[in-house]
């Protein structure tokens, strides 16, 4: 049984940074495109990043390049999200998700096979 555990979730004020962190346990995890969505309340579900199973490949929506920094360790078995200039549209809560198939689903989260809880990030004075 494939699980995705996130932390590094909380308030921040703008401007602020934090770092978020997925474990991965109970697959292979360098068989994983691994990305991360978040989901602002009232609105749905948003791709934020994602990088290749060898972390050679990364692709950042619009939003958050320049400020955010996804990157992978396959040794740990873990995927981090460095935000940085955080903004209060940048609230939300961010979930980690994993997918096996290579495809034009990259973006959607209905493309993905295993999802972590969540994690909140709070950005506000």
């Known amino acids: 049984q494939v699980r995705l555990v996130e932390s590094g979730g909380g308030l921040v004020q703008p401007g602020g940074s934090l770092t978020l962190s997925c474990a991965v346990s109970?697959?292979?995890?360098?068989?994983?495109?691994m990305s991360w969505f978040r989901q602002a309340p009232g609105k749905e579900r948003e791709f934020v990043t994602t990088?290749?199973?060898?972390?050679?490949?990364?692709a950042y929506v619009n939003s958050v390049k320049g400020r955010f920094t996804i990157s992978r360790d396959n040794a740990k078995n873990t995927v981090s999200l460095q935000m940085n200039s955080l903004k209060p549209e940048d609230t939300a809560v961010y979930y980690c998700?994993?997918?096996?198939?290579?495809?034009?689903?990259?973006?959607?989260?209905?493309?993905?096979?295993?999802w972590g809880q969540g994690t909140q990030v709070t950005v506000s004075s």
């Open positions: 998700a994993a997918k096996v198939r290579i495809d034009l689903t990259i973006t959607r989260s209905s493309g993905y096979d295993y």
């Open positions: 109970g697959g292979t995890f360098s068989s994983y495109i």
């Open positions: 990088i290749s199973k060898g972390g050679s490949s990364i």
